[in-house]
């Protein structure tokens, strides 16, 4: 993996960061109802590979983008990344024991809370971008920066990703279609997150730009879970922090199912060049996006 030698340091503070931020920024276990605000906080905080977060404020650093709106992007577009997880945890969609290896939070809460603990982060991180002041001082970003996260999120994205997912346990997917799930499911929250980070800007991106940066949020989409499918067939749960095996168990449709290992980890790296051919069109400075498309496509090594 070839990336900028001060990379690891870049992402640790980022991370730290972030990290901060949401413990910050939720509501503390102590405020009522602190059972909810418990569960949220249990989801959300101390693991996590925070790659959306870290895609948004990588792609804020092309624009100059200021720190305090895009911690707040960021956060937000963490809230619904781990929103979609206490949901797909659930005993009726993926019913999954383990999360970021830990309880997950319908184990740790029950179901009742669960549900509500996922439906409390989603409200919150519109709010987190309807609210903060940073982004106020440029009231025409508040508007497309709740759009984008709204769509991604939506039934056009990330809910319908799910819900293709969830049918193709009975109708396994031909590999198109696969790629068409996935560029919801995983792909649009990705998608969200390099849009978003660029939108925060004091002036958006020419067209030229935002369309070869669209094509690489999609690859990176892509990208990102045939790396997940190969890991979910080659590693362990310690390693993976959530169980192994689950997509074989299930009998879904993954890049590796219908490809084979060999074939799949080929996919990963088309997947990876054609993105970093994609960024080499910018006129802007990627190198941030380089080391994450890099960082994200070596886990399956």
């Excluded at 102590?30 to 906080?41: G, I, K, S």
């Excluded at 939506?154 to 279609?177: F, H, V």
């Excluded at 068409?180 to 998608?191: D, E, F, Q, S, V």
């Excluded at 080391?291 to 886990?299: E, I, K, P, Q, W």
């Amino acid at each position: 993996m070839t990336v900028s030698p001060d990379f690891a340091d870049w992402m640790r503070e980022q991370r730290t960061a972030m990290e901060y931020f949401l413990d910050r920024q939720l509501p503390a276990p102590n405020v009522a109802p602190t059972r909810l605000h418990e569960a949220m906080r249990h989801a959300t905080l101390g693991g996590g590979k925070r790659i959306r977060a870290l895609l948004a404020l990588a792609a804020g650093e092309l624009v100059d983008a200021p720190r305090a709106r895009l911690l707040c992007v960021a956060g937000s577009l963490e809230l619904i990344h781990t929103y979609s997880l206490i949901h797909d945890d659930l005993p009726c969609m993926d019913n999954d024991v383990l999360r970021r290896g830990k309880p997950t939070c319908h184990i740790q809460f029950g179901e009742a809370t669960a549900l509500l603990a996922g439906d409390a982060l989603q409200s919150l991180a519109f709010q987190w971008l309807a609210e903060e002041s940073e982004t106020q001082r440029q009231p025409g970003q508040i508007i497309p920066l709740i759009h984008l996260l709204a769509v991604a999120s939506g039934s056009r994205g990330m809910a319908g990703g799910q819900a293709i997912d969830l049918e193709s346990t009975t109708t396994p997917l031909p590999l198109p279609e696969l790629e068409i799930m996935h560029l919801k499911k995983t792909g649009a929250l990705i998608r969200a997150a390099i849009l978003m980070g660029a939108h925060c800007g004091s002036a958006p991106l020419e067209a030229a730009d935002l369309q070869p940066l669209t094509h690489f949020a999609n690859r990176v989409g892509l990208l990102f879970q045939v790396v997940d499918d190969i890991l979910d067939a080659t590693m362990d749960t310690v390693t993976l922090g959530k169980t192994a095996g689950k997509d074989d168990e299930h009998q879904k449709a993954t890049y590796v199912t219908l490809l084979g290992l060999g074939p799949a980890r080929e996919r990963a790296e088309e997947l990876e060049q054609e993105a970093l051919r994609t960024l080499a069109r910018l006129p802007l400075a990627t190198q941030r996006l380089e080391d994450l498309t890099r960082f994200v496509s070596a886990r399956h090594h």
